[in-house]
């Protein structure tokens, strides 16, 4: 997995040629955001740039900024899954591309949230690839509940996740029920699965009655009863962390965080940020017109 984010491609500004025009996308860089943007060299391949998204906080270690949320949906059979944005046709460069982007909560949600760390190369990023959108039960889970009672690919349903109230993972206090999941990553090769995190919790209601810059972003992207979910691709050097599910976090004061343990990151899910990076392109050639 290559750490591109170091050196950022700038691809320049977009009209949109069919659609929503997006005027956000480029526009009013977030809070707090670190990001190395201006950072331009020639641009290559489709999509990508200074994009602004919402994350969950990065609150110690090396990580240079927080990791995208994916706005949650349910499907009338309970089934969990991850909103993708609209697929739309755009002017970039002189040339027609795809991107997917959406407004959402006062947000510009996009596709582009999620080109970092070689994902931006995944069959499952395309704009318009046959990708299901529900979340689908991880391999090799940290949780024992997940691996006792789920197999892999087994989609995430909200039945799952009923005794989330004081659930006890092994670290940490009591609350919240977290799962790993695969995100638009069916059929694909193992290298371009798409990790996500997926949590139940009481702190998710709480954090949905906040207000703010990002309240009603927030109300947008999770659940009336708790349900919250990121992309699970540590900014630093893109490993996966988890939630409450390695006892070295206690070690670093992150026994109730999402912790990384390649070099102790540690994000805090309950805290969400507008944030600002130079999304990768994906590879020349795709999604063109
Ligand atoms: S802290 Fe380095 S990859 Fe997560």
Same mark, same amino acid.
């Given at each position: ?81 991850? #909103?993708?944005?609209?697929? =739309?046709?755009?002017?970039?460069? /002189?040339?027609? +591309? *795809?991107? $997917?982007? !959406?407004?959402? %909560? ?97 702190? #998710?209601?709480?954090?949905? =009655?906040?207000?703010?810059?990002? /309240?009603?972003? +927030? *109300?947008? $992207?999770? !659940?009336?009863? %708790? ?63």
């Amino acid at each position: 997995m290559a750490d591109n984010d170091k050196y950022p491609t700038e691809s320049g500004r977009r009209r949109f040629v069919k659609g929503v025009v997006g005027a956000g996308v480029l526009a009013g860089v977030g809070s707090g955001a670190a990001a190395a943007i201006g950072t331009a060299t020639d641009p290559t391949g489709a999509g990508g740039g200074i994009t602004e998204f919402v994350g969950i906080e990065n609150t110690e270690g090396p990580a240079p900024r927080g990791m995208p949320v994916i706005p949650i949906q349910i499907a009338d059979n309970g089934d969990i899954g991850g #909103v993708w944005p609209e697929v =739309q046709t755009v002017e970039e460069q /002189g040339q027609e +591309i *795809q991107i $997917a982007e !959406t407004q959402l %909560g006062g947000q510009t949600y996009s596709s582009e949230w999620f080109q970092y760390c070689g994902i931006q190369t995944y069959a499952g990023i395309q704009p318009d690839a046959d990708q299901e959108n529900t979340f689908f039960s991880a391999a090799d889970s940290p949780y024992d509940w997940q691996n006792e009672e789920l197999s892999e690919g087994d989609p995430l349903n909200v039945s799952q996740f009923e005794d989330y109230e004081g659930f006890e993972t092994g670290v940490g206090t009591p609350g919240g029920k977290p799962a790993m999941a695969n995100w638009r990553s069916q059929d694909v090769e193992g290298s371009q699965t798409i990790p996500v995190q997926v949590i139940r919790s009481q702190e #998710v209601i709480e954090m949905r =009655q906040q207000g703010g810059p990002l /309240g009603e972003f +927030i *109300q947008a $992207a999770t !659940t009336e009863d %708790g349900f919250m979910a990121w992309l699970d691709k540590c900014t630093h050097f893109c490993c996966v962390p988890a939630f409450k599910a390695y006892s070295d976090s206690t070690r670093f004061g992150a026994a109730n965080d999402v912790y990384c343990q390649c070099h102790q990151s540690v994000y805090d899910p309950y805290s969400w940020i507008a944030s600002s990076f130079v999304a990768l392109p994906r590879p020349e050639g795709d999604g063109g017109e």
